[in-house]
RNA sequence: GGGCGCUUAGCUCAGUUGGUUUAGAGCACCUCGUUUACACCGAGGGGGUCGGGGGUUCGAAUCCCUCAGCGCCCACCA
C-alpha cells in the first residue's frame, strides 16, 4: 500500500472532525472527574473568524485536549455574544437597503428584523472554529441572549437594584450621535487631532469693555450660561460681579469665580457650557447655573441653534467662527492640538450629553475582586504584568453606565407609573411591575396600560460579565448541579484589550452572585500583528483569510504558525511564513510515520545500537516532557510546543529513527519496532493538542482502533524519571558523530567510503557508543589508542582526542592552522578562567560549587590544550 | 501629565533568586548533498562588545542610577 510522501490536510481534517463529533469525545457532563472548563470569550454574533480568534481559541483549544488527555472532565463552552451595537447598526443598515427606516418601525417589527437577521448571518464563526479543530462542546453553546441568559441578566439587574446598587441619574454620559447611543467611557477612544483655539470676545454688559475666552468649540457659545474667571487672577479682578453678553444669542450671562479656572491656559478665562462639557456641567451645579442643550441627538442644532437650527455641529462651527470674524467677536485663532473622545465602534466624535442613565455603583462590587487579583492570587493573571493595568483600574473604578439607546439587547426591567422623579419601580414582568407599582404609588387604580417599560436596553458586557455562571444556569438556580460542579472555570484566554470590559467585570460578577472566583488563571494573547507591526484590520486589507489559510497550510499547519511566536501577552507579527513551518512540521511527522510504516519486521536479535538509541530515546523523552509540563504550567505554550517541535524533528527523526533504521531492504527486528511505535504513539500524544487532525489520522493508521482508543481521548504520557548519565553520554558521541561528520564533509569523503577510527579515551567515554558512532558515520573500526596517530586527520571533544587516517596525503597547513585557532580559544578560555580563580577575593567569596565548576574548567581546558599543543608538535615535526 | 513595560544574532524571542564552558533557540542566510521516510529534506557553517554611559559586586544580559528610542494603559484644563 503507499502512502503518499505528503501529508494531505484537506483529505483528512473534515473526516475527523466528523468522526470526533460522530463520538461525542467533545459532550461534557457532570460525573465522577475532575472537571476542566474553559468558556469561550462569545465572539460578536456578527462576527467572522479573523486572526486574533484563531489565535485565541487555538490557545484554548490546546489547552482544552491536553486536559481531557489528562483525564479531567474536559468542558469547552462555545457561544456567541448579541454585541447590541454592533449588531443593531448591522440591522439599521441592511433594512436602509431596502428602504426601511428604523424609525419607522416598532420595537418589535424592528426586533423581529433583528432576530431573522441573527439567525440568517448569525454564528458563521463557530462554525469557522469547527474547521480550526475546536473542540467544543457544541451541545452547550449559548447566546447572551437566549431566554434563560436574558432572563439571568434581568435577575440580576433587579438583585442589584434592590440592594441599592443601581440608581438612575441625569448624567453626562457619552453620547454617540452616529449610533444615537450612550457609550461607557471604555468605549471612548481618544484621538490626537488637529484643532484650533478660538479666541472670542465678549463684552462686558454696560461697558465699552470685553473679556477674551479661549474655546475649541465656538459653537457651543449658544448655550453658555456664564463666564469664569479665577478669583485670585489679579488681571481680572474688575471683573467680579459683572455680566457678559453672549455674542450672536446677545444672552446676559454672569461672570462668576473659581479656582478651578487655570489662570495660565488660554485667556485664563474661561467659558461656562454646562450641557456639553463635564466640568462646565460640575462648575454649573457648584454655581447654580442654567442649562441650555443645543444639540439634538444626531448632533445638529436644535432651536437654541438660532438660524444654525438643523445645521450639524461641524457645520456649524466653520459658520460661526466666519460670523464672529465678521461681526469682530473673533481676535485671534491658534493652531491646538487636542484629544477628541470617538466612538470605538461608530468612530464618530464624542458629544458629552446630559440625559437620563442608569449606573451600578462599582467602588464595593470592586473590592473583592480587586483582592483577587492583588492579594489572595486567587486570580492569577499571565502575564503577571497586566495586575498592575487591572490593580490601577480597580483602585480608581467609576460608576458603569449600564443603559444603552437602543433596541437590540435586554430591555431595562424599569416601569414608570408617572413623571416624578421617583415614580418607577423594577421588576422583570409587567405584572410584577403593576403590583408593586400600585403598592409604591398607593394608587390601587393602576392599569398595565399605564405603565411605561424604560425604552433602553442594558450594556451587552451587562450580559456578557455573567458569562461563566449563566452558561450553567448559576444565576437562575444558584445551586444547580451544572454550576457547583462546572464553577469556577479554570482558564480564560483572552486579549488584553478586554480586561476592563470583561475580565475585571467578570470578577466582580463572580464574588458577587457566587462569592467565588469565577476562573483560576487568565492568559492574555497579544495582538496579530503584520510583518510591518501594524494592526491587523479590514481597512488596511492586511488580514489574511482565515479559512484560506487552513485550506492553504491545513489547521494543524496554521495552528503550529500561530503558537510558535506567540508568548502570552506578547504582540505576534503574524508572517504566513510561520505556517509554512507548521505545514513542513506536520509533513515531518507524516513522513516519519512512512518510515516507520515500511519497515519490514522480523524475528531476529536486536542490535546494539538500536537498543542503545531506543534507551536514550526513553530518558530524552522524560527529559523533555517535564520540561513541557513546566511550560504548560507557567502558561507558556510556546515555548510547549518548541520542545515538542524539538523533541520530534531532533532527537526523534534525526537521531533515533537513523540509528535504529535498518540496512536496505532489510528487516528490523521485533523488539526495536515495537519499541519505535510506542514511543511514536508517546509523540503522537504530545503533539495532539497542537496538530490534532494529523495525528489523529497517523494514529489510526499505525493500528486499527476501536472509538474508545481515539487519538483525542487517549492518555497523557507521565512524567518518567530521566537517565541523566545516558543523555550526557549520547551527548558526547553526537559530537563524535558530527566531528566525522565534519571531516567527511571538510575532505569530500563520500558517506559510502568507510573510514576507521582511533581516539585516545582521556574522557573514559563509554565504548558503549560505538556502535551508534559506527553507524551514523559509516565506520568500520573504533580503535583505543594512547598515541596521536601519525598522518591522520584529528578531532577533540572535550579532551578526547580523534583520529582517521585518509588516503593521500593530508594537507598539513590547514590541520596546523585549525588546531591553531582551536588553541588559540581554548587558551583564551582558560586565560579567563585563571582570571577568576587568581583573583583570591574571588576564591575568598564565591561559594564553593561555583568555584568548582570553575576548577573543572581549569582542568578540562588544560588537559585539552594539551592535546592539541601534542597534535601541533607532531605536524610540525 | 501620571503609571507600566520593552530594547539580547537579519527576524521573532528564551535567558527563572547575579556565577555549568568568553550568551541560547526557531526561522532566515551561506556551503555541500538526487544516501533507498521526508528537497515541505539531510549534513555542515557563518552571525551578537546583550540600546548608550555610569555605579554596586570577587563576578552583571541579569541589581541600582542616568540618557536615548519604542510600546501599552490611565487621565483629559477650555
Not at 366 to 393: C, I, M, Q, S
Not at 556 to 569: K, M, N, P, T, W
Request: net charge negative; charged share 30%.
Amino acid at each position: 500500500m503507499d502512502i503518499p510522501s505528503k501529508y494531505d490536510p484537506k483529505r483528512v481534517e473534515n473526516h475527523w472532525y466528523d468522526y470526533w463529533m460522530e463520538h461525542n469525545y467533545f459532550f461534557s457532563k457532570p460525573d465522577k472527574r475532575e472537571p476542566y472548563t474553559i468558556v469561550i470569550p462569545p465572539p460578536n454574533v456578527t462576527g467572522v473568524l479573523h486572526m486574533g480568534h484563531m489565535l485565541n481559541n487555538t490557545i484554548q483549544d490546546v489547552l482544552i485536549r491536553r486536559a481531557r488527555l489528562m483525564g479531567k472532565n474536559a468542558c469547552w463552552v462555545p457561544g456567541m455574544d448579541h454585541a447590541s451595537i454592533a449588531t443593531e447598526a448591522k440591522v439599521v443598515a441592511k433594512l436602509k437597503e431596502q428602504g426601511i427606516e428604523k424609525a419607522d418601525l416598532s420595537r418589535e417589527a424592528f426586533l423581529k428584523h433583528a432576530w431573522e437577521w441573527k439567525e440568517q448571518y448569525g454564528g458563521v464563526i463557530l462554525e469557522q472554529l469547527k474547521k480550526l479543530g475546536c473542540s467544543c462542546d457544541w451541545n452547550r453553546t449559548k447566546f447572551t441572549m437566549d431566554d434563560d441568559m436574558s432572563a439571568s441578566v434581568i435577575k440580576v439587574f433587579i438583585d442589584l437594584f434592590n440592594k441599592g446598587l443601581i440608581y438612575r441619574g441625569y448624567r453626562m454620559v457619552n453620547w454617540d450621535p452616529e449610533a444615537q447611543t450612550t457609550l461607557s467611557d471604555e468605549e471612548v477612544v481618544y484621538e490626537e487631532k488637529q484643532g484650533k483655539l478660538y479666541y472670542l470676545d465678549y463684552p462686558i454688559e454696560g461697558t465699552d469693555e470685553k473679556v477674551t475666552i479661549a474655546t475649541t468649540r465656538p459653537e457651543t457659545i449658544l448655550g453658555d450660561t456664564a463666564v469664569c474667571i479665577n478669583p485670585n487672577d489679579e488681571r481680572y479682578q474688575h471683573l467680579k460681579g459683572k455680566q457678559v453678553v453672549v455674542p450672536i444669542c446677545e444672552r446676559v450671562i454672569p461672570i462668576i469665580e473659581d479656582e478651578y479656572v487655570a489662570m495660565d491656559f488660554g485667556t485664563g478665562c474661561l467659558k461656562v457650557t454646562p450641557a456639553h462639557d463635564e466640568n462646565d456641567k460640575q462648575l454649573g451645579e457648584k454655581h447654580n447655573l442654567e442649562i441650555i442643550d443645543i444639540f439634538n441627538p444626531d448632533a445638529s442644532l436644535n432651536s437654541f441653534g438660532m438660524h444654525y437650527e438643523g445645521k450639524d455641529r461641524f457645520v456649524v462651527r466653520k459658520a460661526i467662527v466666519k460670523e464672529l470674524e465678521e461681526k469682530g467677536f473673533l481676535s485671534k485663532t491658534e493652531d491646538y492640538i487636542n484629544k477628541v473622545g470617538t466612538s470605538e465602534r461608530t468612530k464618530a466624535v464624542i458629544e458629552p450629553r446630559l440625559s437620563d442613565q442608569w449606573f451600578l455603583k462599582m467602588e464595593e462590587l470592586a473590592r473583592p475582586a480587586l483582592d483577587a487579583v492583588t492579594k489572595t492570587g486567587d486570580v492569577k493573571l499571565f502575564p503577571k504584568k497586566f495586575e498592575n493595568t487591572y490593580r490601577h483600574w480597580m483602585e480608581n473604578i467609576r460608576d458603569w453606565n449600564i443603559s444603552r439607546q437602543l433596541w437590540w439587547g435586554q430591555q431595562i426591567p424599569a416601569f414608570y407609573y408617572g413623571d416624578g422623579e421617583d415614580d418607577f419601580v423594577v421588576a422583570a414582568t409587567a405584572e410584577e411591575a403593576l403590583e408593586l407599582a400600585r403598592a409604591k404609588s398607593k394608587n390601587s387604580e393602576l392599569t398595565s396600560a399605564s405603565l411605561k417599560q424604560d425604552e433602553d436596553v442594558l450594556d451587552t458586557w451587562f450580559s456578557s460579565w455573567l458569562w461563566p455562571i449563566s452558561v450553567f444556569g448559576g444565576i437562575l438556580e444558584p445551586d444547580n448541579e451544572e454550576v457547583n460542579y462546572y464553577y469556577p472555570t479554570n482558564d480564560l484566554v483572552t486579549g488584553p484589550d478586554i480586561i476592563f470590559f470583561w475580565v475585571s467585570r467578570m470578577i466582580v460578577a463572580g464574588y458577587e452572585f457566587r462569592n467565588e472566583r469565577p476562573f483560576e488563571n487568565v492568559y492574555f494573547t497579544g495582538l496579530v500583528r503584520d510583518k510591518q507591526r501594524r494592526k491587523m484590520s479590514k481597512q488596511l486589507g492586511n488580514s489574511p483569510d482565515a479559512l484560506k489559510l487552513i485550506e492553504t497550510y491545513g489547521a494543524d499547519g496554521v495552528r503550529v504558525g500561530l503558537l510558535l511566536s506567540s508568548a502570552a501577552g506578547n504582540d505576534l507579527m503574524f508572517d504566513e511564513d510561520l505556517c509554512q513551518q507548521g505545514k513542513n512540521f506536520a509533513n515531518k511527522i507524516w513522513n516519519g510515520f512512512r518510515l516507520v510504516n515500511s519497515w519490514e519486521v522480523a524475528e531476529i536479535e536486536q542490535p546494539e545500537a538500536s537498543k542503545m538509541g531506543l534507551a536514550w530515546y526513553r530518558a530524552k523523552f522524560n527529559q523533555t516532557l517535564s520540561e513541557i509540563e513546566d511550560h504548560f504550567s507557567k502558561y507558556r505554550i510556546s515555548d510547549a510546543l518548541m520542545a515538542i517541535y524539538k523533541l520530534v524533528w531532533d532527537d526523534y527523526s534525526s537521531w533515533l529513527l537513523e540509528i535504529v533504521k535498518p540496512p536496505y531492504q532489510k528487516p528490523i527486528d521485533r523488539k526495536s519496532f515495537d519499541e519505535v511505535i510506542d514511543i511514536f504513539e508517546q509523540n503522537l500524544k504530545l503533539l495532539h493538542p497542537f496538530m490534532p487532525f494529523l495525528t489523529e489520522e497517523v494514529w489510526q493508521y499505525i493500528k486499527t482502533r476501536s472509538p474508545e482508543n481515539a487519538l483525542v481521548i487517549s492518555e497523557w504520557p507521565r512524567v518518567q524519571e530521566a537517565d541523566a548519565n545516558l543523555i550526557d553520554s549520547f551527548s558526547m558521541a553526537a559530537e563524535v558523530i558530527s566531528g566525522v561528520r565534519t571531516i567527511r564533509k571538510e575532505k569530500n569523503i563520500a558517506m559510502k567510503e568507510s573510514l576507521d577510527l582511533y581516539l585516545i579515551n582521556e574522557e573514559k567515554l563509554s565504548s558503549n557508543w560505538d556502535v551508534v558512532i559506527q553507524k551514523l558515520t559509516n565506520i568500520s573500526s573504533v580503535s583505543y589508542v594512547d598515541q596521536a596517530v601519525e598522518g591522520a586527520l584529528s578531532f577533540r571533544v572535550k579532551s578526547n582526542e580523534y583520529f582517521i587516517p585518509v588516503k593521500g596525503a593530508i594537507d598539513v597547513e590547514a590541520e596546523i592552522k585549525k588546531i591553531s585557532e582551536e588553541l588559540k580559544y581554548t587558551r583564551g578560555f582558560l586565560e579567563s578562567v585563571m582570571k577568576k580563580l587568581s583573583n583570591e577575593r574571588f576564591v575568598n567569596n564565591a561559594p564553593e560549587q561555583v568555584i568548582a565548576i570553575e576548577r573543572k574548567k581549569q582542568a578540562d581546558a588544560e588537559a585539552k590544550i594539551e592535546t592539541l599543543e601534542k597534535s601541533l608538535a607532531s605536524l610540525e615535526g
